[in-house]
């Protein structure tokens, strides 16, 4: 079981990467599914690791829980070895497959578990904590995709671990399964425990991350509170009827504007999103000077933050034969 950390272990980051790079080699040349990245994350934080499929999440996840070894740069997770940390049962990881025998029942599954460990949780704890002591008498195999991951995760919690480390854990489960899971992660990250997941849903690290790494072809191109990124990313927007006599030379003086970083059309003939820095500025160009009408200022979304900073780039490959 966990115990209170130390003053020492408080003042510890839970987890530093620097300078982080992982190569995989292709039949094109060597890959960095990981390309340089720092990360630094605090006891008690919740983060999200968001980014399109490729970004490098999995890659990350993986060397942080010491299955693969970075080519370069250096992890400390509780301020020792990766693989120390998960030894020791102080980090739990819910993946997205695998690791559940079919033919066992989902308490003798738990319960086997928890024999590998020394002091570990009491199994219909757990279980009744993931949200799965009602389904103990049936087996692996009868379990639906989101009941696996309930089990999966019950597997987690077995020696209270001080990092929790989720990768897609909602992937494949319908709505209601998934706001039941987030449901119980509320309740353990109401317990000081760290968390980390990788996502593809928006909502999900809107929702329940305290703070939101992007990520996008192997770097990170955003840290920081959900309000932040929006902000940095997308700013805010405005949505106008524009004249159409002239729309032309309007179209280009307003792309010109030094607060103006897009011009879009917006459904109707006429009608255009512009995505600017500084919504007040650009409101009063378009009315006085444009003679804009039926105009609408939005702050960014999520949605535009992700596309914006997690947009395809040309990807310089690393010389071939790299260490792996």
Same mark, same amino acid.
């Given at each position: 079981?966990?115990?209170?950390?130390?003053?020492?272990?408080?003042?510890?980051?839970?987890?530093?990467?620097?300078?982080?790079?992982?190569?995989?080699?292709?039949?094109?040349?060597?890959?960095?599914?990981?390309?340089?990245?720092?990360?630094?994350?605090?006891?008690?934080?919740?983060?999200?690791?968001?980014?399109?499929?490729?970004?490098?999440?999995?890659?990350?996840?993986?060397?942080?829980?010491?299955?693969?070894?970075?080519?370069?740069?250096?992890?400390?997770?509780?301020?020792?070895?990766? !693989?120390?940390?998960?030894?020791?049962?102080? &980090? *739990?990881?819910? #993946?997205?497959?695998?690791? %559940?025998?079919?033919? +066992?029942?989902?308490?003798?599954?738990?319960?086997?578990?928890?024999?590998?460990?020394?002091?570990?949780?009491?199994?219909?704890?757990?279980?009744?904590?993931?949200?799965?002591?009602?389904?103990?008498?049936?087996?692996?195999?009868?379990?639906?995709?989101?009941?696996?991951?309930?089990?999966?995760?019950?597997?987690?919690?077995?020696?209270?671990?001080?990092?929790?480390?989720?990768?897609?854990?909602?992937?494949?489960?319908?709505?209601?399964?998934?706001?039941?899971?987030?449901?119980?992660?509320?309740?353990?990250?109401?317990?000081?425990?760290?968390?980390?997941?990788?996502?593809?849903?928006?909502?999900?690290?809107?929702?329940?991350?305290?703070?939101?790494?992007?990520?996008?072809?192997?770097?990170?191109?955003?840290?920081?509170?959900?309000?932040?990124? !929006?902000?940095?990313?997308?700013?805010?927007? &405005? *949505?106008?009827? #524009?004249?159409?006599?002239? %729309?032309?030379?309007? +179209?280009?003086?307003?792309?010109?504007?030094?607060?103006?970083?897009?011009?879009?059309?917006?459904?109707?003939?006429?009608?255009?999103?512009?995505?600017?820095?500084?919504?007040?500025?650009?409101?009063?160009?378009?009315?006085?000077?444009?003679?804009?009408?039926?105009?609408?200022?939005?702050?960014?979304?999520?949605?535009?933050?992700?596309?914006?900073?997690?947009?395809?780039?040309?990807?310089?490959?690393?010389?071939?034969?790299?260490?792996?």
């Amino acid at each position: 079981m966990s115990t209170q950390p130390s003053r020492a272990e408080v003042r510890t980051p839970m987890i530093h990467l620097s300078e982080v790079c992982k190569t995989f080699s292709t039949p094109d040349g060597a890959l960095a599914a990981v390309d340089g990245i720092d990360l630094t994350v605090s006891r008690g934080e919740v983060l999200a690791l968001l980014g399109p499929n490729g970004a490098g999440k999995t890659t990350t996840i993986d060397m942080i829980l010491g299955l693969t070894q970075p080519t370069s740069g250096t992890i400390e997770v509780l301020g020792g070895s990766a !693989r120390s940390a998960v030894l020791a049962g102080r &980090v *739990s990881a819910v #993946l997205q497959t695998g690791g %559940l025998l079919a033919d +066992l029942r989902t308490r003798e599954t738990v319960r086997l578990i928890a024999s590998t460990f020394e002091s570990p949780c009491d199994v219909d704890e757990v279980m009744e904590r993931a949200g799965i002591l009602h389904l103990a008498d049936r087996r692996v195999s009868k379990l639906s995709g989101g009941e696996q991951q309930r089990l999966r995760f019950a597997l987690a919690l077995i020696p209270e671990p001080d990092l929790l480390i989720l990768d897609e854990p909602t992937a494949g489960m319908d709505v209601g399964a998934r706001r039941e899971f987030w449901s119980t992660m509320h309740c353990e990250a109401a317990r000081g425990r760290t968390v980390i997941f990788a996502t593809h849903y928006l909502e999900e690290a809107e929702e329940f991350a305290d703070r939101i790494v992007m990520m996008s072809e192997g770097r990170v191109v955003a840290d920081g509170p959900t309000s932040e990124i !929006r902000a940095e990313a997308s700013g805010r927007s &405005v *949505s106008v009827e #524009l004249p159409l006599a002239r %729309l032309d030379d309007t +179209l280009t003086r307003l792309r010109s504007h030094p607060a103006v970083t897009s011009v879009e059309p917006a459904g109707s003939v006429g009608r255009y999103r512009i995505r600017t820095t500084d919504s007040d500025s650009v409101a009063r160009a378009v009315l006085t000077e444009f003679g804009g009408t039926d105009l609408e200022v939005t702050a960014g979304s999520l949605d535009d933050a992700f596309l914006t900073l997690t947009h395809s780039r040309t990807r310089t490959p690393v010389l071939e034969g790299a260490a792996r």
